[in-house]
């Protein structure tokens, strides 16, 4: 038996068969909401008012002047339903701030120097070519002038597969599911309008010459419509580690005649070419004696450890917890987020940092880090990341979900013990992928000389409270270091220097991937750092010797 459901005010309406979701009616429907937890409830993006039919009460959130309201990822059809979307339903615009516009890439970017030698041919003063990182959550895109090797105009975007997960797993398993096709072709049109966006006021896109992406090892086979299933499954077995060229036609983007796009290659199946990029141009693969570390944190959490003779590299499942995902008030960095925290235990004081002031609207990864290390330095959370009752009751809000802090005056954004323990979850996996990588090389201590971190939530991060917390290890301030974007600044490197583009593939060889599933005491590790800072506190002072 099928069953009508329409979407309202769009009109868009399909029939789907007995105890299928809403959400899965809204993909044979083409409407677009958003479920980026991948359907498991997680999220609270996909909320929808029921206008006209029955659903089964237990699945009845609230109700609002008596429609029910329900999450269309676990709503199943059991009859004609008539449906208003109540979530974020389409991507806010990610505004390019022209930072590097102007920039020499082989100046300010070369961890050694580098004469300027294009990975093809230039025949022209206006001919260009594209750096790109294709992140899991945005996109990051320079176009350069290849005579010169100046930046002449840069775009971001959010990623558009986001709505079909927030995470690479949920993304994989949507292109099991036959959306594949819907995957590539969206994010190849992002790419495109990005390239439009940043090459306005250039005469003619035929002058693109080549492009240089970056990504982890999903993002490239979505890109490239490679099927990833292997990539999930146990062992990991992606397509390929390294693809060959493809001509930009092939992807709808704009270039002449024969145009390559080259894709990074990647270590294994969980650390792709936008971590090796990153680390080589970190100098990773020139660096003298020394043990240096790398920690790309996103979506996901990608680490190296190592130097120039060698380096270990392994991916923890972090979650999108530092972005903002699966938390029930997260939201990305953008206007109206908490970023920042102090609390004063003694007078009860909170005091927030919102991006672009005015109203909070939520919390994005970086406030959520902030909030967590102030509310733990003040008492009113324990180790485990529950309230304590030092909480002041001003403060406090109880709901379906626990205890939670008001963040607004109305205490409808809040920061709950659900959302603290998706946070702990998610450093707990960072650093016990660090401790686990130490441990591979031997008992013997060893110790970090500099440690680098990057990703596009990288920049926001405040370095204090990761380590108060427990994210990274209790260096010494001075022995960290930022690389804004190691996987869009290696593309750049790339596409200007020839050697530099080499370089990534010889270290490659000196580079060993590490399943932390193989490794028998990551677990252990992932327990002992699920408290705030740790378990063991001395722990976190690893690498120091």
Same mark, same amino acid.
């Given at each position: 038996?099928?069953?009508?459901?329409t979407?309202?005010?769009?009109?868009?309406?399909?029939?789907?068969?007995d105890?299928?979701?809403?959400?899965?009616?809204?993909?044979?429907?083409?409407?677009?909401?958003?479920?980026?937890?991948?359907?498991?409830?997680?999220?609270?993006?996909?909320?929808?008012?029921?206008?006209?039919?029955?659903?089964?009460?237990?699945?009845?959130?609230?109700?609002?002047?008596?429609?029910?309201h !329900?999450?269309?990822?676990? $709503?199943?059809? &059991?009859?004609? #339903?008539?449906?208003? =979307?109540? *979530?974020?339903?389409?991507? +806010?615009?990610?505004?390019?701030?022209?930072?590097?516009?102007?920039?020499?890439?082989?100046?300010?970017?070369?961890?050694?120097?580098?004469?300027?030698?294009?990975?093809?041919?230039?025949?022209?003063?206006?001919?260009?070519?594209?750096?790109?990182d294709?992140?899991?959550?945005?996109?990051?895109?320079?176009?350069?002038?290849?005579?010169?090797?100046?930046?002449?105009?840069?775009?971001?975007?959010?990623?558009?597969?986001?709505?079909?997960?927030?995470?690479?797993?949920?993304?994989?398993?949507?292109?099991?599911?036959?959306?594949?096709?819907?995957?590539?072709?969206?994010?190849r049109?992002?790419?495109?309008?990005?390239?439009?966006?940043?090459?306005?006021?250039?005469?003619?896109?035929?002058?693109?010459?080549?492009?240089? !992406?970056?990504?982890?090892? $999903?993002?490239? &086979?979505?890109l #490239?419509?490679?099927? =990833?299933? *292997?990539i999930?499954?146990? +062992?990991?077995?992606?397509?390929?580690?390294?693809?060959p060229?493809?001509?930009?036609?092939?992807?709808?983007?704009?270039?002449?005649?024969?145009?390559?796009v080259?894709?990074?290659?990647a270590?294994?199946?969980?650390?792709?070419?936008?971590?090796?990029?990153?680390?080589?141009r970190?100098?990773?693969?020139?660096?003298?004696?020394?043990?240096?570390?790398?920690?790309?944190?996103?979506?996901?959490?990608?680490i190296?450890?190592?130097?120039?003779?060698?380096?270990l590299?392994?991916?923890?499942?972090?979650?999108?917890?530092?972005?903002?995902?699966?938390?029930?008030?997260?939201?990305?960095?953008?206007?109206g987020?908490v970023?920042?925290?102090?609390?004063?235990?003694?007078?009860?004081?909170?005091?927030?940092?919102?991006?672009?002031?005015?109203r909070?609207?939520?919390?994005?990864?970086?406030?959520?880090?902030?909030?967590?290390?102030?509310?733990?330095?003040?008492?009113?959370?324990?180790?485990?990341?529950?309230?304590?009752g030092?909480?002041?009751?001003?403060?406090?809000?109880?709901?379906?979900?626990?205890?939670?802090?008001?963040?607004?005056?109305?205490?409808?954004?809040?920061?709950?013990?659900?959302?603290?323990?998706?946070?702990?979850?998610?450093?707990?996996?960072?650093?016990?992928?660090?401790?686990?990588?130490?441990?591979?090389?031997?008992?013997?201590?060893?110790?970090?000389?500099?440690?680098?971190?990057?990703?596009?939530f990288?920049?926001?991060?405040?370095?204090?409270?990761?380590?108060?917390?427990?994210?990274?290890?209790?260096?010494?301030?001075?022995?960290?270091?930022?690389?804004?974007?190691?996987?869009?600044?290696?593309?750049?490197?790339?596409?200007?220097?020839?050697?530099?583009?080499?370089?990534?593939a010889?270290?490659?060889?000196?580079?060993?991937?590490?399943?932390?599933?193989?490794?028998?005491?990551?677990?252990?590790?992932?327990?002992?750092?699920?408290?705030?800072?740790?378990?063991?506190?001395?722990?976190?002072?690893?690498?120091?010797?």
């Amino acid at each position: 038996m099928a069953h009508q459901v329409t979407f309202s005010p769009s009109g868009r309406s399909t029939l789907v068969p007995d105890g299928a979701t809403i959400l899965h009616a809204a993909e044979l429907a083409a409407e677009p909401i958003g479920a980026e937890c991948g359907g498991r409830g997680a999220c609270g993006r996909c909320l929808v008012r029921i206008l006209r039919g029955e659903v089964p009460e237990y699945r009845i959130l609230q109700r609002e002047a008596g429609f029910p309201h !329900v999450l269309a990822c676990l $709503t199943p059809v &059991h009859g004609p #339903l008539s449906v208003l =979307p109540l *979530g974020e339903a389409q991507l +806010p615009k990610l505004i390019s701030r022209d930072r590097n516009t102007g920039l020499a890439p082989l100046q300010a970017w070369a961890p050694w120097p580098l004469k300027l030698d294009p990975i093809v041919e230039s025949h022209g003063a206006e001919d260009l070519g594209v750096a790109l990182d294709i992140g899991t959550t945005t996109l990051r895109l320079l176009l350069i002038r290849l005579s010169d090797g100046l930046i002449t105009g840069e775009a971001g975007a959010y990623n558009p597969q986001i709505p079909r997960g927030a995470d690479v797993i949920s993304r994989i398993v949507a292109a099991e599911k036959g959306f594949l096709g819907e995957l590539a072709s969206s994010v190849r049109g992002a790419i495109g309008s990005m390239i439009a966006e940043a090459a306005a006021g250039h005469a003619g896109l035929g002058r693109i010459r080549a492009y240089v !992406v970056a990504g982890n090892v $999903t993002m490239i &086979h979505l890109l #490239l419509a490679a099927d =990833p299933s *292997g990539i999930r499954r146990v +062992p990991s077995q992606p397509c390929a580690l390294a693809f060959p060229p493809v001509d930009a036609s092939e992807l709808g983007w704009p270039g002449g005649d024969r145009t390559p796009v080259y894709t990074v290659p990647a270590a294994g199946g969980w650390v792709g070419g936008d971590i090796v990029a990153g680390a080589v141009r970190a100098g990773f693969s020139r660096s003298p004696e020394g043990m240096s570390l790398y920690v790309d944190l996103g979506t996901n959490g990608e680490i190296v450890l190592g130097g120039a003779d060698f380096a270990l590299a392994c991916a923890c499942s972090a979650g999108p917890a530092f972005e903002g995902g699966g938390i029930r008030c997260g939201m990305r960095a953008d206007r109206g987020a908490v970023d920042g925290a102090s609390v004063n235990a003694e007078t009860g004081a909170v005091q927030l940092s919102v991006i672009g002031g005015g109203r909070v609207r939520g919390v994005c990864g970086s406030g959520l880090i902030a909030l967590t290390d102030a509310l733990f330095r003040a008492g009113w959370i324990d180790r485990s990341g529950q309230f304590t009752g030092r909480l002041p009751a001003g403060r406090r809000v109880e709901g379906k979900w626990g205890t939670a802090l008001a963040l607004s005056e109305d205490g409808k954004v809040a920061l709950w013990e659900r959302d603290l323990a998706s946070l702990i979850r998610a450093k707990a996996a960072v650093f016990a992928g660090i401790r686990s990588l130490l441990d591979a090389l031997g008992p013997d201590p060893h110790t970090i000389d500099r440690a680098i971190v990057s990703g596009n939530f990288g920049r926001f991060l405040n370095l204090p409270a990761a380590l108060g917390i427990g994210l990274l290890p209790s260096l010494p301030l001075g022995r960290y270091g930022y690389v804004d974007n190691g996987s869009l600044e290696g593309a750049a490197l790339g596409l200007l220097s020839r050697q530099f583009f080499a370089e990534i593939a010889s270290y490659l060889g000196r580079v060993t991937y590490v399943d932390l599933a193989d490794l028998p005491r990551y677990m252990d590790e992932f327990v002992g750092a699920s408290f705030l800072p740790h378990t063991s506190p001395e722990l976190l002072r690893v690498g120091t010797n």
